[in-house]
């Protein structure tokens, strides 16, 4: 049985970083910030940690703010274009390095409600083309759903654009929203028929072009993010949501930061100390779920003879080689170079 729609919208599971990038796009000021914030139970000193994460409320919320503070009609359409690929994670690298189309649209289908949890992306083929549709868990406010549907698209668009190297002139764009007088910023970013008051949000991509090559692709990156977004998946799909999982699924969530257990307690809205006698319970502790974490990430990491041990020693966040190697040695009693050895052997 998957997490029910309601506790997944409990769950700290959106990064904030959408967040500050609205209230930069807003223009705000830190003062400001809190206009942004109402409603939500969140203070700008939270909203501005960077690992912070927020509820599916809490971004509903906020983009309702947003939609009321700012003057400008194309809000969603500015946002779609600050939110690049590296701001969303490991499904960006997912998306940076798929081989050709056909991974990037696999990667949304797939990996969207790592990044947005009440998104949803369908692919259906036709004949000679591919409908890629959004929808979302929730009825929302009007005025939310055209802002994200908007951000969506311009996402989608773009990261055609960046796998083809060009303007993808041959799609065609659908709207559920009406149509406005003022429609010059959808036709620069847009380069391609757009139809508003449609029955579903959606883009019909030619196969043809699904099929050109990534030339930026780098494989090792792609199969490695692959791995670490199935891994969060299966912790958002996790049947017992037990602390344990909470904890690997914000560690997952934040692959390139040092995660402290102040964080993690902070994001589950509980003391460190609630946090540790929680873990008691179910039988385990914080620093055996990172090290749990960080070893079976290590292994699958020295399975790539291309990647050093100082490289691996970065991807885990470890300061340096040598506390990576020490850390490693508790773990496995052998050495990094010992145990990469073993692997080649088997």
Not at 11 to 32: A, D, F, M, T
Not at 103 to 126: H, N
Not at 272 to 282: D, P, Q, S, V
Request: with cysteine.
């Amino acid at each position: 049985m998957e997490v029910s729609l309601e506790q997944n919208f409990l769950e700290n599971n959106i990064p904030s970083n959408y967040v500050r990038i609205i209230g930069r796009e807003l223009g705000l000021s830190i003062r400001e910030f809190a206009q942004l914030l109402e409603s939500t139970q969140l203070t700008t000193k939270e909203i501005m940690q960077a690992d912070r994460m927020v509820n599916a409320y809490q971004f509903i919320q906020i983009l309702t703010n947003a939609s009321f503070i700012s003057c400008d009609p194309n809000l969603g359409l500015k946002l779609g274009q600050r939110l690049t690929p590296a701001t969303h994670g490991l499904m960006g690298f997912v998306v940076n390095n798929s081989p050709n189309l056909v991974g990037v649209l696999e990667a949304f289908q797939k990996y969207m409600p790592t990044r947005l949890s009440f998104g949803r992306v369908s692919l259906k083929q036709e004949r000679d083309l591919i409908k890629c549709e959004l929808n979302f868990l929730v009825n929302l406010p009007l005025d939310v759903k055209r802002l994200l549907s908007e951000i969506c698209m311009v996402i989608l668009y773009e990261s055609i654009e960046f796998i083809i190297g060009r303007k993808p002139n041959e799609v065609i764009i659908y709207f559920e929203h009406a149509s406005r007088k003022d429609l010059d910023l959808y036709h620069h970013i847009f380069n391609a028929p757009i139809n508003f008051a449609s029955i579903q949000t959606a883009m019909h991509i030619p196969f043809h072009i699904c099929q050109i090559i990534n030339p930026s692709a780098d494989k090792n990156i792609y199969r490695l993010a692959l791995e670490q977004c199935e891994k969060l998946i299966k912790q958002l799909k996790s049947e017992k949501d037990s602390y344990a999982n909470k904890v690997q699924r914000i560690i997952l969530s934040n692959p390139s930061k040092t995660i402290t257990e102040e964080f993690i307690a902070s994001e589950l809205f509980i003391s460190k100390r609630t946090l540790a006698r929680k873990l008691k319970i179910e039988g385990t502790r914080y620093q055996s779920i990172v090290d749990d974490v960080r070893s079976r990430q290590a292994i699958e990491y020295l399975k790539e003879d291309n990647l050093s041990i100082a490289a691996i020693a970065s991807l885990l966040n470890f300061h340096d080689s040598t506390n990576f190697r020490r850390a490693f040695k508790r773990w496995f009693k052998l050495t990094p170079t010992e145990y990469r050895n073993v692997l080649k052997k088997t």
